[in-house]
Structures are given as C-alpha cells and as structure tokens.
C-alpha cells in the first residue's frame, strides 16, 4: 500500500488565551485558540500523523478533545478532561500526537473542561489520502460552516452558577455561524458581524456543517437552495436530498449545494429544535448571506422558512432516513456476532438540595442526570485511564450495569415520581468490554423530569445506527426493524425525545473511553459512563505507555 508513502506529520501549535471580541453591544473577554472564534480550522489527508502542541495561557484549567477521530492506540491523545488526562493547567502545556486513520470526512476538535468549549472549538478536515477521490461529485470549493451558541456572560460563570443554584444554566444570547450571530440579535447589524459566503453561478460547494452549539440541536436552511447530504460524522452517506438539516451537538454533516437559483442573495439560517419545550431554550434565529457574484447589492436577500421549534417529525424524518454508502471509503460491514447486550436509559434525574439551601432545580431539587439509574461522577486525583493503565485502586469500579434497575413506563411522565429512580446514586462506574468484543446497545430515553432528545457520543468509535423510535423500545416488534445491510455511522446519536435508537460496534480499540451526552450541561449532571476496552493478544493490541508530557493532578 502506498500508506506510508504518501502520510504526513502535519504540526499544529495552540496558544489557548484571553481574547477580547465585541458581540452584541459589548467587548467581552472570551477563551479562544490563536485569538480567533472559530479556532484554527486543522486539515489533514487519511492516514496523515496530527501533532498539535497545546500551551495555556489561560486563566481556566484545559483539555483538547478531536471529536470522533479513534484514537487507535493513542488514547492518551483523547482530552476528556479526568477521564484520559488530568487537565493542562494555566502555564503549562501538552502535546497531542496520533494517527488518522480509517475515517474521512469532517469532525472537529473543542475544549473537553467546564463550559469551555462555548468559544474553544474548530474544524478538523480529514480528505481521502493523494490519488484518493471523494465519492461523490468533486465539489469546486469547501466550506466549514460551524454552527455555535453565545453567551453574553463568562460561560465558566455561566456553569458554576448553576452548579450553585442547582437549576439549569441561564439561556445562551445568540447563535452564530463561523462565530458570527447575524443581523438579527441587537448591535450585529454591522457587515463583519454577518457570515457571508460568495457563490458563483452554476458551481457546486461543499459545506462541511459542525454544531459546536453547547446546548441545542439546530435547523439549517438556505433559502430556495437544496442540500445533498454526503457524510455525516464522517461517515459517507448515500446522497440524501434535502431543504432542511437537522444536527444535533457534536454531529457533522457534509452536504452538497449547488448554485443553481437565480443570480442573487440568499439567507442560511439556524435555529433551535427544542424536543423539551418545558425546558426553557433560546428561540433566536442566527443568519449569515449567500451572495451570488453578480448579485445587486441593494436587493434583500430571501428568508429561508424554517421548521417551528418543536417540529419532531421533520427532525426524525431527516435523521432516520440517512443510510451508509456501503460502496463507499472506509465502508465497515455491521458486525452481525453480537458479544454484549446492554440496555441504557438516559434521562434526567434529581440530586437532594442540601438542608440548609435553596435549590433551583424542579421540585426545589437540585438538577441531575443518569446513564441505567448511575449519575457519573467524574474523578478527581487521577484520570480513569491513568488508572487503568497502571493499576490504581479505588478510582472507579466495574459495576455498570448492563441493564436498568427497574423496567417501567419509560415515556410516561407520571414516572416521576418514583424517588428511586429520580434519586440516582453518584458513582464513578465504568463497563469493562474484552477487546473486540461487539456491543450492542439499546438507548433508552425516559421521561424522567422531562422527555427531552438526548445526543448520545461514544469516544474513539463509530457505531452503526441499527433502528430508531418513539415510546418504550419493545424487542419483539422492533428488533425486526434493525438495518443490518447499510445503516449510518456515527459518533453521535440523536436518541429521539420519548423514544429510543439501537447502535453496534465493535470495541477494536484498547482505552478509557467516556460515553455522555452531548448537551454541555448534562455532563457534570452525570449522563455519562466509560467503556473500558481491554488489551488484545499481541504487542500491536495493547495500550502504549503515557507521553511523558502527560500532565498531572
Ligand atoms: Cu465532543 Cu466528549 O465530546
């Protein structure tokens, strides 16, 4: 194979600092890499070696985690913060080195700390190796679209106070495209705050599409123009035509557009899909301008429609009808053998308000979440792979369970009030997977507090999505359902609001890695685990030793 060959060592340094950015009538001091918002956009050929040496010159403890890349035997690379590293502390730094390989596409890489990745975040460009060709038409120009979320307030302190209070985070301010929020929010009628993308007549461009959004799944559109889906996750796809995008946080997806409507301007547009509307969300529209060359200057650009907030069946009909190019690069047959069943309720929960406080969650409570009744509880003197590696007791324990304590109504909001379920004990359990063992799980949603879609992200494997529904999974009636022939892949799966998605894959990768949600704040609610995948039999199979620029707690 010309593998060898044709990779590189592409090198990359990160100064992670305070930035000073005027956003919506203020100058606020945010967290970003290399003084820009999006960071520095990272581009790579498969098979390529990524070194990006990291250096904190923040105020804020960080980790770098790249979103969906495997981390074969680079583990140490991955970034979640406590659960493969300690975090880099201000002044310090850490280098990242690992391998891309196997996948193609477009994923992207965001501070795994706090909040943090609200402004720490940019795209990672993976094309196929030299003398290589997407499947799909050879677009003649690419555009990352990143799609973000704003607060006006320091999003550290956007965190903590709900971690005080107990309730939910304050709402976000805008949304943004390329770091901009459009003219629609007050003081961004200024062209510099508006994304703008050129366009020729006739040609075709590739928009590499990332929900960076901390909180919400977005709708995407572009007015009288329609998409041609291609890959999502980086995973290929068969072409899918569309008017709409759906994306959930951590998702990507690669579409086709062709310019093809009239000389002239038109507006992309995003805005919330909100599936838990008694959770208060931000209903603000962000937008950014198509402009045909040649267009008029004084014309007004066209408004795309966009689907109402609560639009379920626009959401579920663009997620479910998305299949795996099975001809395509880097195609990875469903593994039909399956080793391990698990069956994982994700939902919200509730942790007790102390004696002496006032809790803002609901029922006067204070706000948590759970994976199978267990609210993750992060480490706090080692990471769980440092642990794991070498041997240290007492940091986790391998009791995850396979399955939830108690079979009941999941979708039935009348559940909540079973204090045993709401009440999830805090532990810091992991489920302990042989190597190459597959694993298939049902993701369950309960309704728990409220009936909300889950984004579900497993680190350092792509899964197949077998089959996805409303209600309580029944495996009689839906097991029927599975496509075993050309499912999607993915790193992250939309668990539909009150209903449930089935996934596969095959744990070929030994490490620590942290499955959660991917809406920002049910992390440290605990909607998380960590699969801890076992060595394999030879040397090229087992864990490598920590880089000695590991940082420590
Ligand atoms: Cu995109 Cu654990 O994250």
Redesign the pocket.
Known sequence: SSTLASAAIVEHSFHVKNLTIGRLCRQRVITAVNGRLPGPTIRVHEGDTLVVQVFNESPYNITI?W??IFQLLSPWADG?NMITQCPITPGRSYTYKFNVINQEGTL?W?G?VSLL?ATVYGALIIRPKSGHEYPYPKPDKEVPILLGEWWNANVVDVENQAQITGGAPNISDAYTINGKPGDLYPCSQNPNQIYKLKVVEGKTYLLRIINAALNNQLFFKIANHKFTVVSVDASYTDPYVTDVVVIA??QTTDVLLKADQPVGSYYMAARAYASAPQIPFDNTTTRGIVVYDGAASSANPLMPALPAFNDTPTAHKFYSNLTGLTDGPQWVPVPRQVDEHMFVTVGLALDRCAANATCQGPNGQRFSASMNNHSFQFPTSLSLLQAFFFNVGGIYTPNFPNNPPLKFDYTNPNVSNNTSLLFAPKLTSVKTLKFNSTVEIVLQNTALIAVENHPI?I?GFDFHVLAQGFGNYNAARDSKKFNLVNPQRRN?IAVPVGGWAVIRFQANNPGVW?V?C?LDVH?PWGLATAFVVENGPTPATRLPPPPADLPHC
């Open positions: 985690h979103h969906g979640p992207w965001h795994h990745r946080p951590g992200h680190h992250t942290l959660h991917h992390l």
